[in-house]
């Protein structure tokens, strides 16, 4: 089957003053329509930077990405971002931060009442109905999340990009946000990217995890299916010698084949000090 | 007695005062009160010293001489309003007396050339300052929006900036005053040409601060937003109006409040430096009057622009509040 989105040999180096940097290097991989796909790895392996060419906040300098078919030259509401910082507008009301993305997005489509049974069917969807009309400061960090994401949902995007969306927020708001998404997941079958340090989310979450290796000029490391059934439930899972296998795995593949070698990162600490050191002298 | 020793130092006794009464009105009371105290030790330390300093002019004026000043000056007002009506009762009656004699006659009206009162002057000194400023605001803040975004325009009009807003607007003002002159010939002109002048010389000075904030609020623009815009692939004009403008709103407001102080101080400077009707006129004309009680007119008037300074200052943070969703701005 021909992939929804194929990411194709795509290499990442920026310039700095010290000469290029190789962020990323022969990045490949392809994904089908309504596959949940996490990107695992240690910090600083340029996750993001893969999700960013994604969404086309950057420009590969090598290779490309193909959306059904037809390359990723700029941003666009088809591959919807939700922010690591939720990133909402806080002069605006929850509805009006949706309503922004729906008016642009469907400004030829809908008419001004399918567009505000729209904007509220995607905040009912993250269970955010009862503080439409609240503006970002006056909620939780939870609750910005899900306004992020109904945002995000809201665009209908073909791809869903969720770069760390639960990262910022304590244990047990993320488990019921994992659990949320997992309820919109069954009911619109999303195609998603997902990057997360979370090894649970992962398995819980995912079709497939793709695992990154260390940088500079990090690539995809090992690609795990993980076939549980749907849907899964947490506590069942927390006693499944399978769930527990790909767990395993993971774990593996970050502290054993992946581990972060402390000696390089100190070194690299110090010389970056002395530079400093000779720079403001 | 031991007991009553360590009730004192446990504060039972000495917290009395403010445990008995709701904390809400014991801060309010704090917020009142403090202030009188400071606003009465001002006062007498201004009356002691002014008692002691003798000038040519008689001695310094304090408290009681500046308040007799303050009637004198409303009543002046007055007076010279009942005489504006009065000569324009008698123009009127003149005009009818003739047009009865002659149809024919048509009417002249000639306006009332009484000295402006104390309060005229204050009526067209605020009347200029926000005139001035609400000039400099329209250009400033598209430029400063402009600025912001683009990097290339940022380092073609930087120097320009860099240059002209560290000078006093004061040494624009013979060049304005001259141009003015020259550019501004009407036979019925709509505004003073003494307006005009003293009007852009607050815009002159109102112009770098807010042009500078601006500028530095919409540069400081949270990246996160900007992807935002760029994901939903906002047009400029909606990415400006929608995330833009109201991104950079406390910083325009700062830019403002900052340039409103400005421009009133200047103002005053200029109109007494040019001689363009406002307050800063009537205390050069005061102190070129030279009587004995010229001295606490001028005092007078130096409070009063100080209370107007101060009640600018306060409007444009209510506004700011009131516009802003950014409610974190302290009041001070």
Known sequence: MEPLLN???????????????????????????????????HSGCGKSTVLNVVAGLYNPTQGGVLLNDREVLEPGPERAVVFQNHSLLPWLTAYQNVELAVDQVFAKNKSPAEKKEWIEYNLKLVHMDHAMHKRPDEISGGMKQRVGIARALAMQPEVLLMDEPFGALDALTRAHMQDS?????????????MITHDVDEAVLLSDRIVMMTNGPAAT?????????????????????PQYNHYRSEVLTFLYEKQRKVEPISTKTKDSAIKTDVKSTA | MP??????????????????????????????????????????????????????????????AVAEQVVNLYNEHQASREKELAFYERQEQRNAARIAKDPT????????????TFVD????????????????????????????????????????????????????????????????????????KSYIVSLITVTLCCLWPMVMNTS????????????????????????IRKIVLPASVPAIFTGMR????????????????AQNPGLGKFVWDEFQNGSSSSLSRIMTAVLVIGLIGFMLDRSMLLLQRWLSWDKSTQVR
């Open chain 1, 181 to 193: 998404l997992m309820e919109i997941q069954e009911e619109l079958n999303n195609t998603v990217i």
């Open chain 1, 7 to 41: 990411i194709s040999k795509i290499d990442m180096v920026f310039p700095t003053p010290k000469g290029d940097f190789t962020a990323l290097k022969d990045v490949d991989l392809q994904i089908q329509k309504g596959e949940f796909i996490s990107l695992i790895g």
């Open chain 1, 220 to 240: 995809v490391g090992e690609i795990l299916h993980v076939d549980l059934p749907r849907p899964r439930e947490r506590l069942a899972l927390a006693a499944d």
């Open chain 2, 105 to 116: 006659y048509i009417p002249k009206t000639r306006t009332f050339t009484g000295k402006e």
């Open chain 2, 216 to 239: 530095v609020g919409v540069a400081s623009l949270n990246s996160d937003w900007t992807n935002v815009s760029r994901v939903l692939r906002l047009p400029t004009l909606t990415h």
């Open chain 2, 258 to 273: 900052l340039s409103l102080g400005i421009a009133w101080m200047v103002l005053i400077a200029a109109e007494m430096l």
């Open chain 2, 3 to 64: 007991n009553l020793v360590s009730d004192f130092t446990t504060g039972r006794y000495d917290v009395g005062f403010q445990t008995k009464m709701p904390p809400a009105i014991s801060a309010f009371l704090r917020a009142l009160i403090l202030p009188m105290l400071g606003v009465l030790v001002f006062t007498l330390l201004w009356s002691f010293s002014a008692s002691k300093i003798d000038t040519s002019l008689g001695k310094f004026p304090g408290p009681g």
């Open chain 2, 121 to 192: 002057q204050i009526g067209t000194s605020l009347m200029t300052v926000l005139s001035g400023f609400i000039l400099a605001a329209i250009i400033a803040i598209p430029l400063g929006i402009a600025i912001g975004l683009s990097k290339s325009l940022n380092t073609a009009i930087n120097p320009i900036i860099q240059i002209f807003k560290p000078v006093s607007p004061l040494a624009w003002l013979p060049l304005v005053t001259m141009v003015v002159s020259a550019l501004y010939v009407s036979s019925d002109p709509m505004f003073a």
